[in-house]
């Protein structure tokens, strides 16, 4: 049994209907998986943001009072 030009055609565009559905169900799992990883990350990445500002400002803080004990102490030496 051979099949027809016509047969072979109907073939071809049901592979091509079915590869295209395929490809659009596979893009909407990349779409949903990347967002929940991008969702994923932002959970995590917010409170460390928070934490890593917290402790900026607690170094800018031991800072300025490390100057001042510094300059104290300087100004005590050069009596």
Do not use: C, N
Not at 17 to 29: A, G, K, M, W
Not at 47 to 68: V, Y
Request: glycine share 2%.
């Amino acid at each position: 049994m051979s099949l027809t030009a016509e047969d072979k055609t109907w073939i071809a565009e049901q592979l091509r209907v079915y590869l295209l559905e395929d490809r659009s169900r596979i893009t909407e799992e990349i779409r949903t998986v990347e967002t929940s990883l991008l969702t994923e990350f932002h959970k995590w990445a917010a409170p460390s943001e928070a934490r890593q500002r917290t402790h900026a400002a607690a170094l800018r803080a031991i800072d300025l009072e490390m100057e001042a004990l510094s300059e104290r102490v300087a100004r005590l030496e050069g009596k």
